[in-house]
């Protein structure tokens, strides 16, 4: 396996990006003197995560915990919220998973990254993102196939068909990223070191520190296999985003020529759905690249940027819940309760 000069010209300006942002970082905070982060930004950047983990986990908690009562007292579930529920357990989960392990990670920063408890960490680190990356295409697919109109046969037999297969192609996403998960957590091409190593003397010459060459067969030989995987999930959510931007489009374009307003319930329909996808595609887009990056391992516990970066890193499963619930009849309806109760409590 030889490495084409394409690729090792991307992998240079990523590292040399990554080295920016920390070096501007260092400098924004520190000044240009500073040796070392200060204690108290640190603590400051610690406490910005866990809030915003803990959000995110009471958010997509009230959600799973809403519909899971709507469907106790009916004994069913729309389509869609089986996949809202979906979705808000994968990343209630997905952001208890950072909590824990991030403080795992700082309370160990020397355990080898092949151990046991490391390795679990992986798997279930990548088995819950495909999954929210699945749930998510499905969840813009049902936009889509409730909202837009095309007459073409094909799109016609989807939109009657796919309410619903929505359980089974939700149990289908669930096994199929447990697969990737175990695939992308190592077990075996980690497990085979000599093969690791064959590879970079192979492809690259000089000495290699054991941080370059976990680095290296990270971003040349497993890089490559996580970005297929979360672009599959991500061609399909955008594809169905496109479609339901191209229907609203000539919807509009069919009532003005009828001498119609834009007033009419499926143009309202439409836009409703377009102002929550806008949202959407902006935090699924920013996800995907937060990935992408994040799989380069640029920044590790030592670096000034680590925990600003997990910061970033879950924001938008941290805000997007919001966006659902304002979105959702019954979910607004339940969290303005909500909001009225704390309301009266406070001013009591």
């Known amino acids: 396996m030889s490495s084409s000069p394409s690729s090792i010209s991307t992998i240079i ?5 990554a080295a920016l942002l920390q070096n501007g970082f260092v400098v924004a905070v520190l000044g240009r003197g500073g040796a070392k982060m200060q204690p108290a930004f ?32 009916f004994g069913r579930l729309l ?13 209630f989960c997905l952001q208890l998973l950072a909590i824990v392990h991030s403080f795992y990670y ?8 092949y151990s046991l ?23 813009s697919v049902l936009f889509c196939m409730k909202i837009a109109n095309f007459t073409h046969p094909t799109f016609l037999w989807l939109k009657w068909r796919f309410p619903r297969s929505v359980p089974w192609l939700l149990l289908g996403s669930f096994l199929g990223s447990l697969l990737g998960a175990c695939l992308l957590s190592q077990f075996f091409i980690w497990g085979n070191h000599s093969v690791s190593y064959d590879f970079l003397i192979r492809n690259f010459n000089g000495n290699l520190t054991y941080d370059e060459w976990s680095r290296r067969i990270e971003i040349y ?27 609203l489009k000539r919807h509009t374009w069919t009532m003005q020529q009828n001498a119609h307003g834009l007033q009419d319930a499926s143009t309202q329909a439409h836009i409703r759905a377009l102002k929550s996808l806008i949202w959407f595609v902006v935090l699924f887009i920013l996800s995907f690249m937060f990935l992408v990056i994040d799989a380069g391992r640029f920044f590790s516990i030592k670096t000034y940027w680590f925990w600003p970066w ?18 959702n009849r019954r979910l607004r309806e339940v969290f303005g309760q909500l909001l009225l109760l704390a309301r009266g409590f406070w001013g009591a």
Not at 13 to 17: D, I, N, R, T
Not at 310 to 327: A, D, K, N, R, Y
Request: with cysteine.
């Open 106 to 113: 700082l309370t160990r920063p020397s355990e080898s990254r």
């Open 13 to 17: 300006c990523l590292e040399s990006l």
């Open 117 to 139: 408890t490391r390795k679990l960490f992986r798997v279930h680190w990548h088995f819950l993102n495909l999954a929210t990356f699945w749930f998510s295409a499905w969840l």
């Open 221 to 247: 030989y497993m890089m490559p296999l996580k970005c297929i995987m979360w672009s599959i999930p991500c061609f399909v959510f955008l594809v169905s985003t496109a479609l339901l931007i191209d229907s």
């Open 310 to 327: 997990q910061i970033l890193m879950h924001l938008c499963t941290s805000v997007h819940p919001f966006v659902l619930i304002l979105g």
């Open 79 to 91: 389509p869609s919220d089986m996949i809202l529920i979906s979705l808000g357990a994968s990343r």
């Open 42 to 73: 640190i603590t400051l950047f610690i406490l910005i995560f866990v809030l915003l983990c803990l959000l995110g986990i009471l958010t997509n908690g009230f959600i799973v915990l809403v519909l899971s009562r709507e469907w106790r007292r």
